[in-house]
């Protein structure tokens, strides 16, 4: 959420994608004290289609576990993928959605199967996973760039786009009209320099495209599920009972 007061506008649009894809209802929505689930529209909204709301006592954040848990999870791994990769601190949100794409497609602590599964019915496919922040090279579309130059970019991969099959990443050098430095695209075909991280070491001044590197065309059936954004002040869902 950009505002707090998106809350109730971010319930609804969860419980309705939620319910859609799992076939199971909502029951019961936990948070802490935050203004933003005060209001008497949310209270109203959770009366209306029988939503429990739990929420914390005050001052006991502990008592909200789960979700204070997976924030320490996630701040964790965005510092790690920026340290690792070198790239700013403002890209502190293309880290969250690469830690939540791949949180999603682990097991479960307490559980054998992942959420992909959980929420998909099926396992999930981990052969397009790449090392964030790592060098790519980045093949344009034809229609994108002209017939006689170059037909790629160097860039620095960004993670993975949800609602299509393809990947983001950070143009770092372009020598193609329209495609300028230092603007984020999504494409679908790379190959990955894996061990070169371009804003921590620079980009090297000879790189040989052979056989060894890893590339990736994203497979049209790789299936993509919702990340739950993750926010010190948000809700969590209470998974209890198997059919909540």
Same mark, same amino acid.
């Given at each position: 959420?950009?505002?707090?007061? @998106?809350?109730?506008?971010?319930?609804?649009? #969860?419980?309705?994608?939620?319910?859609?894809?799992?076939?199971?209802?909502?029951?019961?929505?936990?948070?802490?004290? &935050? &203004?933003?689930?005060?209001?008497s529209k949310f209270t109203e909204y959770c009366q209306t289609f029988g939503i429990i709301h739990e929420e914390t006592p005050p001052y006991s954040p502990s008592?909200?576990?789960?979700? @204070?848990?997976?924030?320490?999870?996630?701040?964790?791994?965005?510092?790690?993928?920026?340290?690792?990769?070198?790239l700013p601190k403002y890209l502190w949100g293309e880290a969250l959605n690469t830690a939540c794409h791949i949180l999603n497609r682990v097991p479960l602590k307490?559980?054998?199967?992942? $959420?992909?599964? +959980?929420?998909? &019915? %099926?396992?999930?496919? +981990?052969?397009? =996973?790449?090392?964030?922040?790592?060098?790519?090279?980045?093949?344009?579309?034809?229609?994108? %760039?002209?017939?006689?130059?170059?037909?790629?970019?160097?860039?620095? =991969?960004?993670?993975?786009?949800?609602?299509?099959?393809?990947?983001? =990443?950070?143009?770092?050098?372009? @020598?193609? $009209?329209?495609?300028?430095?230092?603007?984020?695209? @999504? #494409?679908?075909?790379?190959? #990955?320099?894996?061990?070169? =991280?371009?804003?921590?070491?620079?980009?090297?001044?000879?790189?040989?495209?052979?056989?060894?590197?890893?590339?990736?065309?994203?497979?049209?059936?790789?299936?993509?599920?919702?990340?739950?954004?993750?926010?010190?002040?948000?809700?969590?869902l209470s998974h209890e009972e198997s059919d909540t």
């Amino acid at each position: 959420m950009k505002n707090k007061d @998106e809350a109730l506008d971010k319930l609804i649009l #969860f419980k309705n994608e939620a319910e859609t894809q799992t076939g199971k209802k909502l029951k019961r929505l936990r948070s802490d004290r &935050g &203004g933003e689930y005060e209001s008497s529209k949310f209270t109203e909204y959770c009366q209306t289609f029988g939503i429990i709301h739990e929420e914390t006592p005050p001052y006991s954040p502990s008592s909200n576990g789960v979700a @204070e848990r997976k924030n320490r999870t996630f701040k964790d791994m965005i510092n790690s993928l920026l340290l690792t990769s070198g790239l700013p601190k403002y890209l502190w949100g293309e880290a969250l959605n690469t830690a939540c794409h791949i949180l999603n497609r682990v097991p479960l602590k307490h559980n054998t199967s992942t $959420p992909f599964e +959980l929420w998909k &019915g %099926r396992k999930p496919s +981990l052969k397009y =996973f790449r090392v964030w922040g790592c060098l790519a090279k980045v093949l344009v579309p034809e229609h994108k %760039r002209k017939k006689l130059g170059p037909k790629t970019v160097d860039a620095v =991969f960004l993670g993975y786009v949800e609602t299509s099959y393809a990947l983001r =990443f950070l143009v770092i050098k372009s @020598e193609i $009209p329209g495609i300028e430095v230092n603007t984020i695209v @999504e #494409f679908r075909d790379a190959v #990955f320099l894996e061990d070169v =991280f371009p804003m921590k070491t620079g980009i090297p001044s000879s790189v040989s495209l052979d056989d060894s590197l890893a590339s990736t065309s994203i497979p049209e059936h790789v299936e993509k599920m919702t990340n739950v954004g993750v926010n010190p002040n948000s809700a969590s869902l209470s998974h209890e009972e198997s059919d909540t």
